[in-house]
């Protein structure tokens, strides 16, 4: 203590010195059990250390040991809010491999399926990011909305969100007879709750002072971290693959990519929320247009994929997912590597909180929207 | 001067999004009705799942306690984690041939991740999703379950 006193009185300011602090693995404003070996200066933030791996669960190893078919249930729990954009990823991964065609109806089911995920969980990073900031109410508000989208899961895929519904070929149950019915309440009830979340959090004076100008991230760190996703949208990375390698029924629609330049946290909140627009017209465009048809391809009992490399990238909540597939010619595959998003977009961290604020890493890193096993997968 | 105007109005505009948002939290103080909320325990018997939802595996059985499960293995093959275990025993039938029968459909519900693929792959439709969520029970061992009742058998008809 004395010794402290007698610097201040040295050098007439408080002494600071730097020091590290464990942030997590169990911090509820991490998301999951992630830890962040954060170097500080007083409240100055001076580097960021991600260290992952708490809650790995092998399911890449885990992969090798399995069927084609049985892959799909291990990926609904990586990124548990895009199950269905990992489960087609799979999907397609399989069927191009084996040059099997699925019938349009399959086509718009996920397309409509992926697009109300992508809501879910934009719904829940919303709530979430507010209650970051310490708006409590958002929270609220965010999940009753999502549990609008879970029921209509529910009723067509049996869960919620460890959904298992694109299997490779086509998709487990046709969709419920109340599906579209629903899909429309919902459509015409989320229309007229969104501009509430902008009358609430986005125009929120306390929300502005705190992101406007945060957690750079620039065009070329972007590029070069492989951030994908709204977070690298919002540094004017075009990077949908939605748009740029069309998969399932997105050739059929029409839809903006939404970009800004801005690069900051309030930029990478503003075009969620316009995404959660975007995926509304999308699924308005699909919903009347279901075409009649199977909604399966009659596949083999046990699925060998030809012996040889495959790929297949989409597009989920949080960026490029891709599944990268070795077949010897066995039924299971002799190895499986998944891209998540949520790692690359993790490791920017570093170059986005360099002099900020303690308080600002929290923000900073609830707008990249990480899911942690996602991450350590 | 301009600055410090310009602060003052920042001031009063700031308030103002603050009001703008609280008019809609107001609203829904307001108006209680609009409330979401399941009173969840005590509900329990309105509630009614949807029929797709997947609880566990359960294997129906008639009044006569006959089921559809001719023990092929195939849900045991199906499941990518080994919740399912196949027991089967032979008997000979009263023509005098050997059969293969279900013993016991041993099935462990603590393992399950209720992926629906040994449902989708039966053959005969003898198993499939129950509603039922309440899982907790206070012993691990109670969460293995034996899905054929005791003294049933295969119903007659069913296709080997």
Redesign the interface.
Known sequence: MSEIREVIIKTDKLATDKYQVNMGPQHPSTHGVLRLLVTLEGEKVLNVQPHSGYIHSGIEKMCEA?SY??I???TD?MDYLSAHMNNEAVALCVENALQVEVPDRVKYIRTIMDELARLASHQLWWCVFGMDLGAL?TFFYGL?DR?HIL?IF??????RM?V?YSTPGGL??DI?PNFQKRVKDFIKYFRTKLP?YD???S????L?ERTEGIGHLSYKDAIDFGVTGPSGRASGFSCDVRKHNPYSAYPFVKFNEILDHRCDTLARYEVRILEMYESLNIIEQLIDNIPEGDYAVKMKGVLKLPEGEFYQRVETARGEFGVFIVSDGKKNPYRVKFRSPGFSNLFALNNMTKGHKIADLVAIMSTLDLIIPDIDR | MKSFIEYIVSIFKGVWTLLVGMKVTAKYFFTPWNNVTQQYPENRDTLVMFDRFRGEVIMPHTENNEHLCTGCGICELNCPNGSIEIISKSIITPEGKKKRIIDQHIYHLGMCTLCNLCVKACPTGAIVMGQKFEHAVWDRALLTKVLNQPGSKIAEGVKE
């Open positions: 399995i078919p049985q799909i249930h291990l729990r109410t009753r549990e029921d529910e009723e067509t895929c049996g869960a460890t298992s487990m149950f419920h509430e009358k609430l959090l125009g929120n004076v306390i502005r």
